[in-house]
């Protein structure tokens, strides 16, 4: 391997240093996803999030570029994302233009082509920006994956064990630093066992009640404990009912904040109605939340 | 340094020999390298798809440290082993079952060492379903008959009027159809190249060549979206005729559809999408009889269809596929469950397409309850007695 060894890292050997940073980042983990995320450091190898919408998936990445003190490179996946918007792509008014000030010299046609398929003329999209780093390696979020094409997949398999990209005009680039891969994913379709045999896996849940209000005191700092405990204890409530949309942990963060934000210090009949749409995204799951809470008191 | 200890009780009990076998478990092995590669054989010999490369990285692990400490040995195995939720619950047992076997207990069980949970060789099914017990009989007579005329006929006939020997032969023909079927819908995705986009990338260096015109312009059409399509198969007493043809074209519209989700029902719905996935259809069908233990009995509609809502709902209709329901629509449930059911889920569906095998008959109208509470939500309602029907399915499809 000719890729050079990263440097921050050093300074991580354990997973409770793991723990501790990421808290001051206001993440909390358990000593299972820190034991995951040291070995993403360390085997520099991809890792595979998997679980429910928003319980911190796509925010780990985040942190962890802040941990690192490095770039976060991000790519979000949808059905039919192409080469094109993920990797690389020429800019063809520029282009263009470059071939119409050639018109008046002297350049042999090689020399033209060369001169506009060289870097200058090059769109570099999230993929390619990750192996072209020059100071350090960078965090690499592929968000939702699971929206993306067979064929995509298939492509990223190639990239996420050899880290280069060919470009016919240009030549193959290789990764100089090894990004950090963090790839997610919702479960809405299986992913080919090829790509999930070149990452690490971990699956995360919906919190306890426990870890939930360390989460939420850690995201809302000023959070009087009763209403914390309020808060958490009704999302936790709602996730046990059949919901079309389940909240995540950000939807819990969001109600505690709307809730500081409106002047309110307990969760009762009129808070309740009035924020119930920060935490609930469906009009049915805003009635049945209601009836419960008045039958209930 | 917990899980070293049977290491050490081994060399005081002086039970020295090693089994070689597959099995073999902590205790056994003599260095913590060597029990860490026992345990990733371990693992694969309990189903989890682990290769070298994970015992290496194993390795690793227990080098960067991780060794000192029993749970964080834990997790870090975990999360290079397993691939899926499923998997992480297994593990857990395993790796119980692996350390901490003590060899005293296991001198009895030794032979009866099995987890729950893991992939069990499949046992060989008695299928004595979807009309089609004895076969052997009639084969040879079978293939004698053929011809341009009675394959038109065949094509025309209802299912559940075919004798033995028509069965086989409709299943060869069915079988040449649906793949000119797949490929056919496949080929009218591909056509008009000559609309869409002009690519700029080629048409420019195209244009080098001629002083930068652009005289020859190259287009790039959009590419074809691949359709999601999930599938709710009846499979009921009542479907019993039907559903091995139905199920067979469902395999075929795999090859098509790249996502398709299919489900069979009948009192409770049961998810074959992988299963489908597998190229032998006999293998299939006994997989599929094997996790259902439930065919050919009663239907339920409602409430699986409620149950499809319910479990897969979230996760499968997103993107607003196209779902297809093959039933008969006699229910045995509460219609108005069923009506309700239909409309959440044509509210999340680009199209619900229902085929109906009775509609093939003289006659029929679709007045059973079940039929009728769902009808008003479904968007197009088709035959699918015979053959020629199913194949009707092609421009149903081509035009969604």
């Known amino acids: 391997m000719e890729v050079k060894k990263r440097n921050p890292v050093q300074k991580i050997n354990s997973t409770t240093q793991i723990i501790e940073a990421l808290e001051k980042y206001h993440y909390v983990a358990d000593e299972e996803f820190a034991t995951t995320l040291f070995l993403l450091l360390k085997l520099q190898k991809p890792l595979l999030l998997e679980g429910p919408p928003g319980v911190g998936k796509t925010e780990i990445a985040l942190v962890l570029s802040q941990l690192l003190n490095t770039k976060l490179i991000r790519l979000q996946c949808y059905e039919g994302l192409d080469i094109n918007s993920a990797v690389y792509e020429w800019n063809y008014q520029k282009q263009l233009l470059g071939i119409k000030l050639q018109e008046d010299t002297n350049l042999s046609v090689e020399e033209k082509e060369h001169h506009i398929f060289s870097n200058e003329y090059l769109l570099r999209r999230p993929l390619l920006q990750s192996i072209m780093e020059e100071e350090k390696a960078p965090v690499l979020l592929i968000d939702e994956l699971d929206r993306s094409d067979e064929e995509f997949e298939a492509f990223l398999l190639e990239l996420l064990s050899v880290f280069q990209i060919s470009i016919p005009e240009l030549g193959t680039i290789r990764a100089k630093y090894k990004p950090y891969v963090i790839l997610t994913s919702n479960r809405t379709r299986e992913l080919s066992d090829a790509l999930k045999r070149r990452c690490l896996y971990h699956w995360i849940g919906y919190p306890s009640l426990e870890k939930e209000m360390l989460i939420v005191k850690k995201r809302v700092p000023g959070i009087e404990q009763h209403l914390l405990q309020q808060v958490v204890a009704h999302v936790q409530a709602f996730r046990q009912q059949k919901l079309a949309k389940t909240p995540g942990v950000s939807e819990t963060i969001d109600w505690a904040e709307s809730l500081i934000a409106l002047g309110h210090r307990e969760v009762n009949a009129k808070s309740f109605e009035q924020t119930l749409g920060s935490v609930l995204k469906s009009i049915e799951d805003i009635n049945q939340a209601k009836v419960e809470f008045f039958e209930t008191g | ?400």
């Open chain 2, 1 to 400: 340094m917990n899980f070293l200890k049977p290491v050490n009780a081994i060399k005081q009990t002086g039970i020295l020999r090693i089994n070689q076998s597959m099995k073999q478990q902590a205790f056994q092995t003599k260095s913590i390298s060597e029990s860490i590669v026992a345990f990733s054989q371990f693992a694969r010999s309990h189903g989890f798809n682990v290769g070298i490369q994970e015992t290496q990285e194993g390795l690793c692990c227990a080098k960067e440290g991780l060794l000192t400490n029993r749970e964080s040995f834990k997790y870090s195995l975990k999360a290079i082993f397993c691939k899926s939720p499923e998997e992480r619950l297994v593990f857990e047992k395993l790796f119980l079952l692996f350390w901490d076997t003590n060899p005293a207990d296991l001198k009895e069980t030794k032979s009866k060492i099995s987890v729950q949970g893991t992939l069990n060789k499949r046992k060989v099914a008695s299928l004595v379903m979807l009309g089609r017990g004895k076969t052997e009989i009639t084969k040879e007579e079978g293939k004698n008959v053929s011809g341009a005329n009675e394959t038109e006929r065949l094509k025309r006939t209802d299912f559940s009027k075919l004798s033995q020997m028509d069965t086989e032969l409709l299943e060869e023909i069915a079988q040449k159809m649906f793949k000119q079927l797949a490929l056919r819908l496949n080929r009218r995705m591909k056509e008009c190249r000559r609309k869409g986009q002009i690519s700029l990338r080629r048409t420019i260096r195209r244009s080098i060549g001629y002083g930068g015109e652009p005289i020859d312009l190259f287009r790039r059409s959009q590419k074809p979206k691949k359709q999601r399509l999930v599938v709710l198969l009846d499979v009921s007493g009542s479907m019993d005729k039907y559903s091995y043809f139905l199920l067979r074209f469902i395999c075929a519209l795999r090859e098509n559809f790249r996502q398709l989700e299919a489900f069979v029902f009948s009192t409770s719905l049961i998810r074959i999408s992988k299963t489908i996935r597998k190229s032998r259809l006999d293998y299939v069908l006994n997989i599929i009889s094997e996790q259902a233990d439930n065919w050919s009995s009663g239907t339920r509609i409602g409430e699986c269809i409620h149950e499809f809502n319910e479990k897969y709902g979230k996760l499968l209709l997103n993107g607003s596929p196209i779902v297809l329901v093959l039933s008969d629509g006699l229910d045995t449930g509460d219609p108005a469950l069923l009506g309700k059911e239909m409309i959440k889920l044509q509210r999340r569906a680009r199209k619900i397409i229902w085929l109906n095998p009775l509609k093939g008959m003289k006659g029929y109208t679709p007045t059973a309850g079940g039929m009728k509470a769902a009808l008003p939500s479904v968007d197009s309602f088709h035959n699918a007695h015979n053959l020629e029907s199913l194949l009707e399915l092609e421009n149903i499809l081509a035009d969604a």
